[in-house]
């Protein structure tokens, strides 16, 4: 299998567990961790970027799955932000929200 195909492959199957991850994370957080950290591997692995859509279930600090309202909590920030604070290892990652035209 040639390299471009591999990746292309190794993007849909993170999209596909991360996606799997966050569908099993309210009834089975330790089943969505393992999930989650498998393809972060694949992707590490692969040396493929996280899509925008995928990077937000990602805590920057300990690099664990963010489940809002199960191991994260979102408030609204001063100005325009979003802060979503891991409940794994307590870091704030900040979301600039932008006001669409």
Request: glycine fraction near 6%; charged fraction near 30%; hydrophobic fraction near 40%.
């Amino acid at each position: 299998m040639k390299r471009r195909e591999a990746k292309k492959e190794a993007v849909q199957t993170a999209a596909t567990l991360i996606e799997m991850a966050v569908a099993t994370a309210p009834s089975d957080m330790d089943l969505a961790k393992a999930q989650a950290s498998l393809a972060r591997r694949i992707m590490l692995k692969f040396n493929v970027r996280y899509d925008w859509s995928l990077r937000r279930f990602f805590c920057h600090g300990c690099k664990g799955l963010l489940y809002p309202g199960i191991n994260a909590r979102v408030r609204l920030g001063p100005g325009r932000f979003l802060l979503v604070t891991c409940g794994e290892c307590g870091r704030v990652n900040r979301k600039k929200i932008t006001k669409h035209a």
